[in-house]
């Protein structure tokens, strides 16, 4: 596996990244034009520029996370084509910069979701956290009000206030549509886009939906082992893969996050790897990476991605804000950079205990 750190870009990022390459381990970054749009066109030249501030830093770019695809082709509205083409077209230029693979997710109108993005736990640190009751009394449109208040002043990846004017009418769309619709849609998405990742070999990375369950009562697909499967079958063809997402898949204790790297396989193309603790169905807070500090076993999970001989890349995802730290929620240095110690310190304890890859 490559160990690496989601970066924002120049401008969007708290953290150097200086920084970044000072982890150990760490040998790649993940990244994305921020300031785009879903349904936007990727000129070569801003990816080459993206490119090339990572690499004054001695950091390749590893993968994008995300190009967003927009409501229009979740959804099927009029725009539909016109999007998927600027999809492939960014594709292509990626392609031609050397980058090999993309992550997105295919949520209709809300990226993920938490009720609370600073939850100050007895420690002094502070997590984001998650409460169905809580959510259950938010009306949809003050979400994003709620999040924008506490994100501390960060515009929030997938929260961007561009989404917000056309909340009304999408959910009016997506009244209509059911999960057999969606999955339709994103077949109809995925399969338009294979020529292109074949000809430049783009592993394209869908993120499972976090929470893993409906919420404000709109469909969501990517949620657990069976439906993950039926995503990879729309398409059979390795390019179509997956993101694990650790924490997205383990918000239902339900989903057994090793299994399920088992199952998947070689059709996983990225993995996100972070620990949450749960205290009730629908409850839960996210955690320092440590097995100890939350429900999940990371080294149950490593080892899984080990046995499959995974070779991708690995980023800790959420960490704590911690030691007074000021950063996007979730993705401050100093815990990130503690997740991806130990989780790489977890890899060498297994190849050295005799795991072969
Ligand atoms: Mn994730």
């Known amino acids: 596996m490559k160990m690496t750190l989601r970066w924002y870009g120049p401008g969007y990022d708290s953290v150097p990244i200086q920084h970044i390459r000072q982890i150990p381990g760490v040998s790649g970054v993940i990244t994305t034009l921020y300031g785009k749009q879903a349904g936007d066109l990727w000129m070569p030249a801003e990816i080459r520029a993206l490119k090339e501030a990572a690499g004054e830093a001695g950091l390749p770019v590893l993968g994008i996370e995300s190009v967003n695809v927009s409501d229009d082709i979740k959804a099927a509205l009029p725009k539909r084509d016109e999007h998927i083409d600027h999809y492939i077209r960014t594709l292509e230029a990626l392609g031609q910069e050397g980058i090999g693979m993309v992550c997105y997710n295919f949520m209709p109108v809300f990226d993920w979701t938490r009720s609370d993005l600073a939850k100050i736990r007895p420690d002094g640190s502070s997590v984001l956290s998650y409460d169905q009751e809580i959510i259950d009394g938010i009306d949809p449109e003050g979400i994003f009000a709620a999040m924008e208040k506490r994100s501390g002043g960060f515009t929030l990846p997938g929260w961007e206030p561009e989404r917000l004017r056309r909340i009304s009418a999408l959910f009016a769309v997506y009244r209509e549509i059911d999960e057999a619709k969606l999955f339709d849609n994103h077949r109809y998405f995925i ?6 990742l074949r000809k430049y070999d783009i592993k394209m990375a869908v993120h499972p939906d976090d ?3 409906p919420v ?5 697909i990517m949620t657990g082992a069976e439906n993950l499967q039926r995503a990879l079958r729309q398409a059979d063809d390795p390019h179509n893969g997956v993101t694990l997402c650790t924490g997205s898949l383990g918000s239902d204790p339900a989903n057994d996050i090793p299994a399920i790297i088992r199952q998947l396989g070689d059709r996983i193309h990225f993995a996100h790897v972070r620990n949450l603790a749960h205290h009730a169905p629908g409850k839960f807070d996210e955690a320092a990476h440590l097995s100890a500090d939350g429900s999940m076993d990371m080294y149950a999970i490593m080892k899984a991605l080990y046995d499959i001989g995974y070779r ?3 980023r800790p995802d959420h960490g704590r804000m911690i030691w007074g730290e000021t950063a996007m929620p979730g993705y401050g240095l100093y815990d990130r950079a503690l997740g991806a110690a130990y989780l790489s310190g977890l890899w060498e304890a297994i190849g050295k205990s005799g795991g072969k890859q």
Request: net charge positive; proline share 18%.
């Open 312 to 314: 991708g890349a690995v």
């Open 211 to 213: 929470p893993a369950w």
């Open 216 to 220: 404000f009562g709109l469909p969501r």
């Open 191 to 196: 399969r338009a886009l294979l020529p292109t």
